[in-house]
């Protein structure tokens, strides 16, 4: 008998147990199946994801169409657009006010980087500088098979998180942070120009 | 030591302070679900109606105008894609139109009948997204939205098969097109155009004899002929006040004077007659997609003289506009004889049509405000560049 | 009538609803990931570079011009030139790219490239699920990612493969004739 | 419609005092302008829009241009007595020209389908007397546009009704589209550097006198 569980999962109930291990697949799995996202669209990403939503490629299909216009009551930010410092502030809030567990998708290259746009004086070059990004899709805008893709992965994600243990999801850590500070408008730039508790850009030498 | 309350000598005096007559202070967005993206409003309110109403823009201030200024003349084609990202066709159009103004370069016939058959298709799929999103910003959820995304895609399928791209095209070079119909193109086209109408039909069965729309947009944010001249107002808003303005009328550009189509106008200015021409224009549309799709005869699509790289344009400057969905679209461009522009600036319709928001909204209630600006018609992409 | 305006929609919704089940017009839902729409020839998304006979690094088209990198709007290419020659496809001794990197996080699939290559050596890809968790490498296309065989030109744009194809061979022969 | 001169000449007669000039435009588009004095633009604008004639009753667009202060070495060859002959000699003329900033409407009639007619007006200098009578009044599409030239070139409109910056937050204190701007430093990631870029990221890792948080970035290296 023991020898048809796989040494992934023997060594998984060693550690954690079978009543662990099982609620945090049924956990997991209704976790998965039903990631409310903010109805928040910020430049031409947002129209594929509405696209997104609509009849031809139908997010509900992944349990995702239930736009909630409450950060209160969402689980997943789509942050889909340019980010401009002037917005920044605010999608920092809205990140702050959303419950935990939360995600962030990062949808598009002025989302991920700044993008084609990254050159400009109000645009923010990444929204990874002030709050954690889980999923990042490139593409200007991606298709919306890309926005489900990285839905999917999304899925993947949620359905590794672990409940206990030394590697348990973020969001159950009570010393992890859930909420990150809002910069400020300077004269010049955002004060701070980043979180350097959340950004780690390697450094590049050329 | 406590106090309790039979210890009180003297009941504590009532409050003083009083709501009536006082106003409470909203703002509106920038993150709110029908403000059609980032835009806000600071409203302030007597119970339920607007007394004032401040829009604050820049949330999508993305310097398209500095980019533009640092990019070479091609290098700007696939960004004015992402000013308006529901009508990149048009966008398109008016840049190349400008620069061909600057430089005074020739468009051969075929790229011409091209644009026009591309800007219609545009127009087609704007307002269609368009008579969605303000239904759905009404209250009607979903389903015309849907149905609207349902055309929208089938527009979109087209583009994509012709450019490239769904949304950001990028299809038009400066002195035609970048590149010829794929096989077959034109049959989907047709299809897709002599189709058109039975969903017009079914969508003004849908809207717009339903009562509850009519008591929500007639006689809302009604705008006189005088004060949408004087400021600025172009497009289907214009001409839902009465004023017969349309620039492919007016300034005839690519080729607009061979087609026959009239030009829908309202009488009260509301935002039903905003509603109803959209619904109007999308028929006259078809019309010209359909005269275009007969007249368009084989040749060039690209003027052969201009250089894809290191253009540079003569010392002088030009102004193009064009009728884009939402208004005159405008490019003013000047050139010192370098390859990037020295002065790179658009004339964003939507952002000038917002002029007279507070005017519109004045005197009516806050759910009101919400269908008054989705007859606008805005787009944040172009509102802030 | 009052209220008969409210019933013709839903005579409209009820007809889409019924009709669903019987026109392909009205339920366009296209089930990904287990059902994918073809893509059309054209559809471009980032850009990858091509290499002649089996040879990845030998065979790659690209001669580091860096005309490619001057023209991209958003500057998301970035090349470093060979400091030696080698000989390419065709025996001519030719610089290559040491280093040729495009930041997909940053690139618009304008295009742009792909027009002004004097050498056919760059062209639109259609991969399009490169979703990732991590941003800074993971987004960062290396040489070795971005070189694609011509026959993998061939499946994804087979009628403008063909045209370059012809081109490629007539400017050749129209060498080979001069010499 | 009439030809600039004309429309000129008229305007003068119109408003007593006014001093109009025409600049021309060399390029294929042939749109000339014509440039108004601080002190009756607001008068001449008027005129425009109100004479039976022009109609320009639609203010299409409104936008400012920055002129940098600019010489400009020309070689002129000139006649001089040296040593008792006459001679040819190539000289060398430094002119400098004051920059300015600069605002543009295009005018068209909606009456008379008509148009553009291209009006300017040009500040003194770029720095405190960078003020402009504000066309508001008299073409109210002119308020946004107007806010907008305010917010990004820095020229103060006289009579506007509520100048405010209009894209950029309020506490921000530069002019960003002028050419001289120069853009903070934000410089973190960048794997494909280019010629400026390239520039900002060597200031950017040597020296960052500057504690703003991302000090502890350059230290990782």
């Known amino acids: 008998m023991s020898g048809q569980v796989d040494e992934g999962l023997r060594s998984e109930l060693q550690k954690q147990g079978i009543w662990v291990t099982s609620t945090q697949e049924l956990y997991n799995w209704g976790r998965r199946n039903s990631i409310w996202p903010l109805q928040f669209g910020l430049a031409c ?18 349990g995702g169409e239930v736009f909630r216009p409450s950060p209160r009551q969402a689980d997943l930010m789509i942050v889909a ?75 993947r994600k949620i359905d590794g998180q672990k409940l206990t243990g030394e590697s348990k999801a973020p969001f159950l850590d009570a010393n992890q942070p859930s909420e990150f500070p809002v910069p400020a408008f300077g004269a010049h730039d955002l004060e701070p120009p980043l979180n350097s508790d959340v950004f780690h850009p390697p450094t590049i030498k050329r | ?90 966008n398109n159009w008016a840049y190349a139109l400008s620069v061909e103004k600057l430089a005074g370069i020739e468009v051969p016939e075929r790229a011409e009948y091209l644009r026009v058959i591309l800007a219609e298709l545009t127009r087609l799929q704007n307002h269609a997204s368009l008579l969605g999103f303000l239904l759905s910003d009404m209250g009607a959820w979903g389903t015309p939205l849907m149905y609207a995304f349902r055309e929208r895609e089938k527009i979109l399928d087209l583009f994509e098969s012709l450019s490239g791209s769904r949304m950001m095209c990028d299809y038009m070079r400066f002195g035609g097109c970048r590149c010829d119909l794929p096989p077959g193109w034109m049959e989907r086209a047709r299809k897709l155009v002599d189709g058109f109408p039975r969903f017009l039909d079914e969508f003004e069965k849908l809207v717009v004899s339903n009562e509850i729309l009519i008591a929500r947009t007639q006689e809302v944010g009604k705008l006189s002929a005088e004060l949408a001249i004087n400021a600025g107002i172009t497009g289907p808003m214009l001409r839902a006040c009465g004023v017969n303005y349309d620039l492919r009328k007016v300034d005839g550009y690519g080729f607009y004077p061979r087609f026959k189509f009239r030009v829908p106008l309202g009488e009260h200015g509301d935002c039903y007659d905003r509603l109803m021409m959209r619904v109007l224009e999308l028929r ?61 600036r658009v004339r964003p319709p939507s952002f000038i049509n917002l002029t007279i928001l507070e005017d519109l909204c004045l005197g009516h209630t806050v759910a009101d405000v919400m269908v008054i600006l989705g007859s606008i018609d805005i787009v944040m992409g172009e509102v802030d560049r | 009538m009052i209220g008969s305006g409210v019933l013709n929609g839903m005579a409209v919704t009820m007809r889409n609803f019924i009709g669903s089940y019987f026109e392909k017009d009205r339920l366009i839902t296209v089930q990904y990931p287990e059902e994918r729409e073809t893509l059309p020839e054209n559809y471009r998304n980032f850009p990858f570079l091509i290499f002649d006979t089996d040879d990845a690094e030998a065979g790659l088209r690209c001669v580091a011009c860096k005309i490619c990198e001057k023209e991209c709007p958003p500057q998301c290419i970035y090349i470093v030139k060979s400091e030696d020659k080698k000989p390419d496809y065709m025996g001519k001794p030719q610089f290559y790219p040491a280093t040729f990197d495009i930041d997909i996080s940053v690139c618009m699939s304008c295009q742009i490239c792909v027009e002004v290559c004097p050498f056919e050596a760059i062209k639109m890809d259609k991969v399009f699920e490169l979703s990732r968790r991590e941003r800074f490498d993971a987004l960062l296309m290396r040489k070795n990612e971005l070189a694609k065989s011509n026959t993998y030109y061939h499946n994804i744009h087979p009628l403008e493969a063909a045209e370059v194809d012809a081109k490629l061979t007539e400017a050749a022969e129209a060498k080979k004739k001069k010499t | 419609m009439e030809s600039l001169e004309e429309i000129k000449a008229r305007g003068e007669a119109a408003v007593p005092g006014a001093k109009i000039t025409i600049v021309p435009n060399p390029g294929p588009a042939n749109q000339p302008s014509l440039l108004l004095d601080h002190e009756h633009a607001t008068a001449i604008a008027r005129f425009l829009r109100n004479d039976v004639a022009l109609r320009l009753d639609h203010c299409s667009n409104a936008t400012g241009v920055d002129w940098l202060d600019r010489k400009v070495s020309k070689k002129v060859k000139v006649k001089k007595v040296v040593e008792g ?60 546009q107007e806010r907008e030239i305010f917010d990004l070139y820095g020229i103060r409109f006289d009579g506007h009704p509520d100048l405010r910056r209009i894209l950029m937050w309020d506490e921000f204190a530069d002019f960003p589209m002028r050419k001289d701007y120069r853009e903070p430093d934000d410089y973190e990631y960048e794997p494909t550097p280019h010629d400026d870029v390239l520039e900002k990221a060597k200031e950017h890792y040597s020296a960052r006198p500057q504690l703003d948080g991302a000090e502890n970035l350059t230290a990782q290296s």
């Not at chain 2, 253009?311 to 050139?335: C, D, H, M, N, Q």
């Not at chain 4, 920059?99 to 300017?120: D, F, Q, W």
């Open chain 4, 85 to 144: 002959e006459e001679k040819e000699i190539e000289e060398t003329h430094e002119e400098f020209f004051p920059g300015y900033l600069e605002a543009v409407y295009h005018l068209y009639s909606m009456t008379h389908k008509h148009g553009p007619v291209v009006i300017r007006m040009r500040t003194t200098d770029r720095g405190e007397a960078a003020r402009l009578p504000s066309l508001t009044p008299i073409f109210r599409s002119a308020e946004f």
């Open chain 1, 81 to 155: 657009g340019t980010v401009t410092k002037k917005m920044a502030p605010q999608i920092v809030r809205l990140y702050n006010q959303m419950p935990d567990p939360k995600y962030v998708i990062s949808m598009g290259a002025c989302a991920i980087s700044g993008g084609p746009f990254k050159q400009g004086y109000n645009v923010l070059k990444g929204i990874d500088r002030y709050i954690p990004v889980d999923v990042y899709i490139p593409g200007c805008p991606p298709r919306p098979e890309a926005l489900l893709h990285a839905f999917m992965e999304l899925q």
């Open chain 2, 284 to 344: 006259e549309s078809v019309g010209i997609l359909q005269q275009a799709m007969e007249q368009i005869p084989p040749g060039p699509i690209v003027n052969p003289k201009v250089k894809l790289r290191s253009f540079r344009p003569p010392v002088g400057e030009a102004y193009g506009r064009i009728e884009g969905p939402k208004g005159e679209l405008g490019f003013y461009l000047i050139s010192d004889g370098g390859s990037n522009p020295y002065r790179y």
């Open chain 1, 45 to 62: 990403c947002a129209i594929e994801m509405i696209a997104t939503a609509a009849s031809r490629y139908d997010l509900a299909r992944f």
């Open chain 2, 1 to 90: 030591m406590s106090v309790g309350f039979h210890e009180l000598e003297e009941a504590p005096p009532p409050m003083t302070s009083r709501l009536e007559g006082e106003l409470l202070e909203v703002s509106m967005g920038p993150q709110h679900p029908s403000t059609h993206g980032v835009f806000r409003m600071n409203v302030a309110l007597e119970g339920e109606i607007v007394r004032k109403l401040k829009p604050v823009f820049g949330y999508l201030h993305r310097n398209h105008e500095k980019i533009g200024e640092n990019t070479s003349y091609l290098g700007s084609m696939p960004y004015t894609d992402r000013l308006d990202y529901f009508c990149s066709m048009t």
